[in-house]
């Protein structure tokens, strides 16, 4: 595809079971951002992996969160354990190169902690 | 910490009346960008400014990026129903390993 795809769309689980999201960037793109956005809110940096690089996860909220990428592809997003104040929608970004503002996003999966 | 603030958070206004709406930090930035976000749709990129006191247009919409690149503006002149949604600004700072960080947003509604 042409764009930066996400799964699931819509995704509806217990307090405390393990979520995986999954982003395929755009072909190429060698940045790939994950960010979260609360309800009514704005985007809240969550990591950022940049080619070979060692990924930036400074903004990951707690030890519940983690996130890989194989190569220059495929990014999951991994909650374990749950919790209510994680409902929120993840949305994915890439990137063409290292510096370059332009991010292009998918449509995000709603993530809903019941 | 670098911030950008956005205001106002919520506008809603007629259709034809022009607005602008604001991105303002204490910090510089070498560039911001300005990101429109429809209902269940990722943010899709509107402008990127990088020069202080660079005013870009796209349509009825004129972006501006202050002389000290700390602050930026969007106006939107008769604005219409398909401008309707959450307008993002974001930028990054001056220094090599910045990341971009994301203001809240204004959430404007456009009434026909």
């Known amino acids: 595809g042409a764009g930066v795809s996400q799964s699931p769309s819509n995704k509806v689980t217990e307090k405390g079971k393990d979520v995986e999201l999954r982003c395929d960037p755009i072909s190429g793109h060698t940045a790939l951002y994950w960010y979260r956005q609360r309800l009514g809110q704005g985007l809240e940096f969550l990591i950022y992996?940049?080619?070979?690089?060692?990924?930036?996860k400074s903004g990951l909220p707690s030890d519940r969160f983690s996130a890989e990428r194989t190569g220059e592809s495929v990014s999951t997003l991994t909650i374990q354990r749950t919790q209510q104040e994680d409902s929120a929608v993840y949305l994915c970004?890439?990137?063409?190169?290292?510096?370059?503002?332009?991010?292009?996003f998918g449509p995000g999966t709603r993530l809903l902690v019941l | 910490t670098q911030l950008l603030e956005q205001s106002p958070q919520f506008l809603s206004i007629q259709e034809g009346e022009n607005l602008t709406v604001y991105c303002n930090s204490s910090s510089v930035f070498s560039s911001l960008q300005w990101y429109r976000q429809e209902p269940g749709e990722g943010p899709v990129l509107l402008v990127t400014?990088?020069?202080?006191?660079e005013v870009k247009k796209l349509k009825r919409l004129t972006f501006q990026f202050g002389d000290a690149r700390k602050d930026s503006s969007l106006h939107i002149t008769a604005a219409q129903p398909g401008d309707t949604g959450l307008y993002l600004c974001?930028?990054?700072?001056?220094?090599?390993?910045?990341?971009?960080?994301f203001g809240k947003g204004t959430r404007l509604h456009i009434l026909p």
């Open positions: 974001a930028g990054r700072g001056t220094n090599r390993d910045d990341k971009i960080i």
């Open positions: 992996f940049q080619g070979n690089s060692a990924p930036d």
């Open positions: 400014v990088v020069t202080g006191g």
């Open positions: 970004a890439s990137s063409p190169l290292a510096g370059v503002e332009t991010q292009y």
